[in-house]
Every structure is written in structure tokens, then in C-alpha cells.
């Protein structure tokens, strides 16, 4: 499997993120790739709701998601869209963090919603209560492809381990974390988060990042860490995309999910058990 992972620094405008991915995905096609992948919200990450009420749209509408729908089919190319900021269904009235998998004739081949919210407040200066304006999923979901299955998720789902266990149990061999990761946590608890899902899983990991300073929001600037990663099931990180914006092509041998599966069988050793009381 040959995948490509854009890391982005996404602004709060959707047509422009759009002038900036859909070059990278004819340099990840012109490369061979099967499957190009993005970050949490490609198409605008903004902390303004008010803002957000007037670029986003529901997914039957939405420009951006039509747009790399067209693409993925003209290039034959697999896209998951890490994450899309989109309106939700009424009477929802809080947008959804929705994670869509496109296939190479330009179908939606899955859809998730994230589950967990990131309402935490990592320091005075970085606070976040996404549940104030996503609506948060609640079924996991993986899907199939020619090169192997995906497991689905979002960000801050990196954080509830048995998201990752039920989807490696039930067929995934690459775990998808398209995230927008804070500077206040991401260099203590990204990369080995990230270890830990793979080696838990004997699963790849590929973990897209947004980076860098985004444009002002609220007044505030919202940095991002970067650092996106390729971890292997072994838990070797083969790829740290560093922080500057651009595109990866990596080459993944699913042989290598057996073979750490077969070495440690962990995931098969679950016990049911009564307590703590
Ligand atoms: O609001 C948006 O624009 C899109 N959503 C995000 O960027 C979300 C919520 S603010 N970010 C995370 O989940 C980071 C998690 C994280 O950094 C951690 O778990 O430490």
C-alpha cells in the first residue's frame, strides 16, 4: 500500500485550503499513491462559530467534499478526507467533525463522526470546548479497501484506547488519526500515543497533522504541533513529516500486521473480568 499524507496549515477559508490540497493530490497520484490522507477540519479550522455559520455546509452541498469527489475520480485516487467541518442534520444545530473516506471512482466509501470532544483546558491560554460547537458521533467504523482496512478516527479519540482495540478487532490494519493537535500537549503525548495504539494493535498508524500558526481567530492565533507520523506495528515511527507543511509518499507492507500479530497476539488474549467494585 503507498500512501500520501498531507500536512497542512488549514485557514478559516474552504476555497483557499482547496487551492492548496488539490495540488498535492496530483503530486501524491504522479507518485503512485493508492490513498492520499489529510488533517482534522482540511477545510477550515476557525474557533469562530459565527464564521464557521457562514463557509460551512451540509455534506450533500458542500464545495470542498464535491470538489476532492471530482478529483479523487479524475486521478483514481483513494482520498480520506482526515476530517471536513460540516452542518449537521436539524434540529442539530452544532456542526459534526466528520472523517470521509472517498474512493477512486469519487464515491463516499465511509463516513465518521468523531466521538470525543476535546472540551479540556491545557493551560490559561489554551482552552478548547469543541462540544460547544461539533456534534460528537457515536459508532465506529471501518472500511474496506483494495490495499486493506481502515479504522477511522479523529484527534482526541487518540486518547480512549479501546476505540482503536474494537476497530483492530474487527478487521483494521492501518488506524487513521487525522488530528489538529495542540502545542500544549503534543510534545509530551503524540508520538507516544501513537506508538501505543500501533503496538497495542498491531496495527500501522497514520497520523496526519495540521501545523504551524493558522491565520487569527477570535482574536487569537491557533497554533498547531505537525509532527504527522507513520508508525509501523511494531511501533517504529518510519515517518515524522517535522513541522513544515507538505506532502509524504510512504510505502506500508501489510505482511507486517501479521507478523507483529503472530509475535505478540495480544489482541486475542482479552479477558472478561468482574470489578474494580
Ligand atoms: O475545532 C476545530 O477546529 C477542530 N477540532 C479540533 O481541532 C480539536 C478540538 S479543538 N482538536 C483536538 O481534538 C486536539 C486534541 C489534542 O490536542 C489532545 O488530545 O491533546
Not at 463557509?55 to 485516487?77: C, H, N, P, Q, W
Request: charged fraction near 20%.
Amino acid at each position: 500500500m503507498r500512501a500520501a499524507l498531507l500536512q497542512l496549515t488549514s485557514g478559516d477559508d474552504p476555497r483557499a485550503n482547496l487551492d492548496t490540497v488539490l495540488p498535492m493530490l496530483r503530486d501524491a497520484a504522479d507518485q503512485g499513491a493508492q490513498i492520499a490522507l489529510t488533517p482534522e477540519v482540511t477545510n477550515c479550522v476557525s474557533l469562530d462559530r459565527a464564521h464557521q455559520r457562514t463557509v460551512l455546509e451540509y455534506e450533500e452541498d458542500d464545495i470542498f467534499l464535491t470538489t476532492l469527489k471530482s478529483e479523487a475520480a479524475r486521478l483514481g485516487l483513494w482520498v480520506l478526507a482526515g476530517s471536513l467541518a460540516l452542518r449537521a442534520e436539524p434540529p442539530e444545530t452544532r456542526f459534526v467533525n466528520r472523517s470521509i473516506l472517498i474512493d477512486d471512482a469519487g464515491n463516499v466509501a465511509a463516513r465518521y463522526d468523531k466521538m470525543h470532544m476535546f472540551d479540556v483546558e491545557v493551560s490559561e491560554t489554551e482552552t478548547f470546548r469543541e462540544s460547544s460547537g461539533y456534534a460528537p458521533g457515536d459508532r465506529a467504523v471501518t472500511a474496506r479497501t483494495p490495499f486493506g482496512t481502515l479504522g477511522m478516527t479523529v484527534c482526541y479519540d487518540l486518547r480512549f484506547p479501546y476505540l482503536y482495540r474494537a476497530l483492530a478487532q474487527a478487521g483494521a490494519q492501518v488506524l487513521c488519526v487525522p488530528s489538529a493537535f495542540s502545542p500544549g500537549t503534543g510534545p509530551w503525548h503524540w508520538q507516544p500515543l501513537l506508538q501505543a495504539r500501533a503496538i497495542e494493535t498491531g496495527c500501522y498508524v497514520l497520523a496526519l497533522a495540521q501545523t504551524g500558526t493558522h491565520p487569527a481567530q477570535r482574536g487569537r492565533t491557533r497554533k498547531t504541533y505537525g509532527h504527522s507520523l507513520v508508525v509501523s506495528p511494531w511501533g517504529e515511527v518510519l515517518l515524522d513529516a517535522g513541522t513544515d507543511p507538505g506532502l509524504h509518499v510512504i510505502d506500508l507492507d501489510l505482511t507486517r500486521v501479521d507478523e507483529a500479530r503472530r509475535k505478540v497476539p495480544a489482541l486475542t488474549h482479552d479477558r472478561s473480568f468482574t470489578g474494580p467494585a
